[in-house]
């Protein structure tokens, strides 16, 4: 027995690499002929084992002695141990004080969001100033002046005589929408002229107007409310036919009294 384990201690090999590891390196230690265990301590970090192979690192510079244990099978334990020289990163001379620490270098300036907001701040600015001047150059034409008759009927008919003259058909839209406003206010207290155009509509219905009359007024606001404040301007419609339906509103009775 003790001849055997003397031919397995002699043919066994144990070597360890790097041949000159530093610390924190991986040192694989190898034992050719028997299975061994590495002894644990307190300066050795095992990071593998296998029976022939063992990984370890440290991370205290010098030497270090790493115990193992061989293990034949039906014989005891028999223990060993080897010296590794490991060696600092540090230079000799190190005093082990941190490097100073150095500003930041600053940034380099960016202006290009800078310049991105003043465009689009000028672009935005040039838009609206042509909006503007676009918006000056359509000048709403101006209304003509209504005689001032005692009569409403009288007032209204003599409008429309006016209304027909114009050659500009905003301007027959708005004078024409702006009369019978008038008219009606004059000769209904509930249809006034402070009222908008749907409610005037409504009054009227509720007023027991015919659904002509009704129908003719509201073409005509409805389209002086387009003349006034659209973009596109007056409705593409036949005016002439909507003042001769603006006449009718005058009573036929008020007609015949004024004819004779």
Do not use: C, H
């Not at 701040?121 to 150059?137: D, E, K, T």
């Not at 007032?155 to 050659?167: E, G, K, Q, Y």
């Not at 002086?224 to 009718?248: C, H, M, N, R, Y």
């Amino acid at each position: 027995m003790i001849v055997a384990l003397l031919v397995a201690i002699v043919t066994s090999q144990v070597s360890f690499s790097p041949a000159k590891p530093t610390v924190g390196d991986a040192i694989t230690v190898r034992m050719q002929g028997m299975p061994f265990e590495v002894r644990p301590s307190a300066e050795i970090e095992i990071v593998s084992a296998s029976p022939d192979e063992v990984v370890l690192r440290t991370f205290r510079p010098g030497p270090l002695r790493v115990e193992y244990e061989t293990r034949v099978p039906g014989e005891a334990p028999a223990t060993g141990s080897m010296q590794i020289e490991i060696a600092s990163v540090l230079a000799r001379d190190d005093e082990l004080e941190p490097a100073p620490l150095r500003p930041p270098k600053p940034l380099p300036r960016d202006d290009a969001a800078w310049v991105a907001i003043g465009v689009a701040a000028g672009v935005a600015l040039l838009l609206w100033l042509s909006l503007a001047l676009l918006l000056r150059r359509r000048v709403t034409p101006a209304q003509p002046q209504l005689p001032a008759f005692g009569d409403p009927a009288d007032s209204f008919r003599a409008a429309l005589a006016r209304i027909r003259s114009l050659d500009d058909d905003e301007a027959k839209w708005i004078a024409l929408a702006s009369a019978t406003r008038t008219y009606l206010a004059a000769t209904d207290a509930s249809l006034g002229v402070e009222l908008t155009t749907s409610e005037l509509l409504l009054a009227m219905r509720r007023s027991g107007r015919r659904n002509g009359e009704t129908t003719a007024v509201e073409s005509i606001l409805r389209g002086g409310d387009w003349t006034k404040f659209s973009p596109f301007g007056a409705p593409q419609v036949e005016i002439a036919s909507l003042v001769d339906a603006a006449a009718k509103l005058i009573p036929a009775r008020v007609e015949r009294e004024a004819a004779a």
